[in-house]
């Protein structure tokens, strides 16, 4: 039976504690609602690879002054609605479905306690027919007279011989091109007399005299234009395909070339003098013509040749990391100057070689990222690697450890750790296959963002969150040490508070700093908060928790000002935490609170089990002074005070950087209820100090109540009582590089 049929996820009680306590209100269906009341309806529905994703708009209900949360339905084959997931965001995605089933859906509001209805829905519902995206080729015509392009099997672009790329056609050589030559215009030889002009006197001596056929002086005449012919076919089993038309550099611009057809193959004719770079794009649709796949794409093609060549590739990777090498316009390169700077740069070893006009691969792309910007070998996570485009399954080395078995060929999964490339929703990678229009466009956009912020600073500061999970592994788990992110170092350079046994920790910091080249400092901490949580201790207080100064996200940013850290860039995150805290409220004065502040402690306390102990029996040796610090954090002790807190010095320290905050995506853990108003909360405080926000709640697809995606996307921990940890709380790597690092990203481009 399909997990679909069998799992509902079911908010039959959320937890409400501190303030809210008992605040989901005690109406009656009547009184929720009435027959006057809206219907909540999709306001898009879009077919993705692997599943389908549904949005809607926020929905009021002025009897809920709470809000509230959304409740999504699938059709039983018998016809009955089935609960299939409760959500607070506006976006849901269904991975349970299968290639040519047609599924229906409806949406309805309930109460956050999910006891009552808020609204009705549509009982007649959507559906969406499912199908994978279809495999396109293309066969690509040029004018008469010149020769094919791009078909020729020439060797990969690799660091050794060992394999070589084949780009192969199903289509005949006669399909390759097609060819309509002018005709000259003639007079018929079989007329009955010559047709003459009879000019007046004056012009007697410009007498034009239309000659028959085979006279040599024959008044040429202007030839038809010839015509290119583009032959674009693919694999499917859908009830037909739809065919686009897409143009480089005009994202809005996608011309549909075939509204329906039932074939599998498509020819386009158009002129030969369009010099537009272009490329086809191919989906299915269902049986009442609506789309029903993610698009197939083909490579970009300019003037009847490919266009995402290598040579291309090499000069846009070296432009972006290479200053000045964009003052020559790649036209005016040739293949052996752009081969020599490839092999001067780096970005091809010694042995490398690759072949003009050859077009590009994803492993050639791959090996001269890694190359030239000096990647450090990863593995992806909870997904596959497919070396020679065999699958190979991840390896699970332990309980806690998952990673992609990498040991054919690293450097694909690298570059799909850091976002460049993604696994398809099979989790494979294919090193041969030709590097798409859509990719390519994707590879321009971080090669931008790369010559736009490498060498400049970012440091975050935040929970666990931006911390990162990543591909953790535990510091007694067995596995290689070499692996680990911070092993053996004493400064902890660009995590500012490791964990003490949880050695690789891979956050957003991570991600976006090495993969654009930054410099990056984290100063985030697990379980931080932005109110500080104090308990009494005689006549003072003192911070809860054996390190809670790192897990007040204001002292985070304290402690950077205090190591004079500079930043180009600030990210975090926070509040999560908060709303699960008893002694932190959310928005109330208190008195004065002084604390016993073992002040700034160095970055390096927990480099090794000796200095940890020492640190926890002799605190005092840890602080800038002598004695304790009395420290009042009477103003920052709620959620609301604490952002503030935190937003306040993060401007004022870092006035001239740029400020981004993250808003977690769902998790299946604690109120979902308190989840949605505390980060609401936090950006309309954002929004007041005119810091930049990513949405991740709602507009990533990442979500721990969906545990499908929270399977696949984020790491298991294990509770207590040796139970798996499914909550969905922290992203894997491939959770970081496929939902967080795109959103993040989007933003930096904008900055």
């Known amino acids: 039976m399909s997990l679909k049929r069998v799992v509902s996820v079911v908010l039959a009680a959320v937890v409400m504690i501190g303030a809210y306590a008992g605040i989901a209100p005690s109406f009656s269906a009547e009184e929720l609602y009435d027959d006057n009341t809206p219907i909540p309806y999709f306001s898009n ?9 549904f949005t809607w708009e926020p929905f009021v209900n002025e009897n809920c002054p709470d809000g509230v949360f959304y409740r999504v339905y699938y059709k039983n084959a018998q016809g009955d609605w089935v609960r299939m997931i409760t959500t607070a965001s506006t976006q849901f995605v269904d991975l349970d479905v ?5 599924y229906t859906y409806t949406i309805r509001c309930v109460t956050p306690d999910g006891m009552e209805f808020a609204s009705d829905c549509d009982t007649r519902g959507w559906t969406a027919t499912y199908f994978d995206a279809p495999t396109v080729t293309a066969t690509i015509g040029k004018a008469a007279g010149s020769a094919q392009t791009g078909t020729d099997n020439l060797p990969d672009e690799t660091q050794s011989n060992e394999s070589t790329d084949t780009v192969s056609s199903e289509s005949s050589d006669e399909d390759k091109r097609f060819i309509q030559s002018g005709t000259d215009v003639t007079v018929d ?21 239309l000659k028959s056929k085979g006279d040599s002086d024959l008044a040429p005449t202007a030839a038809a234009p010839a015509v290119r012919r583009d032959i674009i076919s693919w694999k499917g089993t859908a009830p037909s395909y739809r065919v686009y038309r897409k143009y480089l550099n005009e994202p809005d611009k996608l011309e549909v070339l075939c509204e329906d057809t039932t074939d599998l193959t498509y020819t386009c004719e158009y002129d030969p003098e369009d010099d537009s770079v272009y490329a086809y794009k191919v989906c299915a649709l269902d049986r009442y013509g609506e789309v029903a796949s993610a698009c197939g794409v083909t490579p970009y093609y300019a003037s009847g040749d490919l266009y995402c060549t290598r040579n291309r590739w090499i000069y846009e990777l070296l432009s972006a990391k290479i200053d000045g090498f964009d003052d020559t316009d790649f036209s ?11 092999h001067e740069y780096g970005a091809l070893t010694p042995t490398g070689y690759f072949n003009d006009g050859t077009s590009l691969t994803r492993r050639f792309t791959a090996d001269t990222l890694v190359n030239l910007f000096g990647y450090t070998a990863h593995s992806l996570g909870n997904t596959y690697n497919t070396p020679g485009n065999s699958t190979v399954k991840f390896t699970r080395v332990s309980a806690d450890n998952y990673y992609a078995s990498d040991t054919t060929y690293p450097n694909i999964n690298t570059v799909a750790y850091y976002g460049w490339f993604t696994p398809d929703i099979y989790n494979r990678l294919y090193l041969y296959n030709d590097v798409t229009a859509d990719e390519w466009d994707h590879l321009m956009t971080d090669l931008s963002l790369y010559k736009t912020w490498h060498g400049k600073t970012v440091i975050s500061f935040g929970d666990s969150g931006m911390q990162g999970r990543g591909n953790i592994v535990y510091s007694d788990g067995g596995v290689i040490d070499s692996t680990y992110r911070d092993i053996n170092r004493n400064d902890f350079v660009n995590k500012r508070f490791p964990r003490y046994d949880e050695e690789m920790m891979e956050g957003p910091v991570e991600f976006i700093g ?8 984290d100063y985030s901490w697990s379980g931080a908060s932005m109110g500080t949580e104090l308990e009494k201790d005689g006549n003072y207080y003192i911070f809860t928790n054996y390190a809670s100064y790192k897990c007040h996200i204001a002292n985070q940013v304290r402690t950077a000002i205090k190591e004079n850290q500079s930043a180009d860039l600030v990210i975090l995150n926070g509040g999560d935490n908060d709303e699960g805290y008893p002694s932190i409220p959310y928005n109330a004065s208190t008195p004065s609170r002084l604390v016993y502040d073992w002040g700034y402690s160095a ?5 090794s089990a000796y200095s940890r102990d020492f640190h926890y029996e002799n605190p005092e040796y840890f602080h800038y002074g002598d004695q304790k610090v009395m420290e009042d954090y009477s103003n920052e002790t709620s959620f609301v005070a604490g952002t503030n807190m935190t937003f306040d010095l993060v401007q004022k320290t870092y006035s001239s950087a740029p400020v981004i905050y993250v808003r977690s995506h769902q998790i299946d853990y604690g109120s979902l209820q308190r989840q949605r108003m505390y980060q609401e909360k936090v950006l309309s405080l954002a929004a007041d100090h005119g810091i930049h926000t990513v949405d991740l709640f709602n507009n990533s697809d990442l979500d721990g109540f969906n545990k499908r995606m929270a399977a696949k996307f984020c790491y298991d921990g294990f509770w207590s009582d040796g139970s798996v940890d499914d909550s969905g709380v922290h992203p894997n790597g491939l959770g970081y590089s496929m939902h967080y690092l795109p959103h993040i990203e989007k933003v930096m481009e904008e900055l």
Do not use: N
């Not at 299968?98 to 047609?102: A, D, F, L, Y």
């Not at 040739?334 to 700077?341: I, M, P």
């Open 514 to 521: 090495e993969k654009y080249g930054m410099i990056h400092r």
């Open 603 to 607: 970055p390096d306390w927990f480099s």
């Open 189 to 209: 030889d079989t007329a009955e007399e010559e047709t003459t002009v009879q000019p007046t006197q004056e012009e007697a001596e410009d007498e034009i005299v």
């Open 98 to 102: 299968h290639i040519g089933k047609s």
């Open 332 to 342: 005016d390169l040739s293949y052996a100057e752009l081969s020599d700077a490839a």
């Open 45 to 53: 529905i879009e077919i993705i690879d692997g599943g389908v994703r």
